[in-house]
């Protein structure tokens, strides 16, 4: 008969989870640092509704994340009528 090693449960679990996490701490990072100009922001789907408002709010010359331009959406809305 062969000698086959027997792996723990416990050892398969580590093996598995080790990749994932990092994986996970990837996405996580990259996430946060994505930016895209102007241009290709009017294409999202996301803000298909704003076009107008982020056409007048957003700077051309300059790259945005979508936290940035959604708090820029919040302080617009947010602002007071003259």
């Not at 996970?24 to 640092?33: A, F, I, R």
């Amino acid at each position: 008969m062969a000698n086959n090693k027997r792996i723990e449960p416990a050892e398969q679990v580590e093996q598995i989870e080790q990749p994932e996490t990092r994986v996970q701490e990837v996405q996580k990072s990259s996430t946060n640092s994505v930016k895209f100009r102007k241009e290709k922001l009017l294409t999202f789907k996301k803000y298909a509704n704003r076009v107008d408002l982020l056409n007048v709010l957003l700077d051309g010359e300059k790259d945005y994340g979508f936290d940035e331009v959604d708090a820029i959406i919040a302080n617009f809305l947010k602002g007071k009528v003259k």
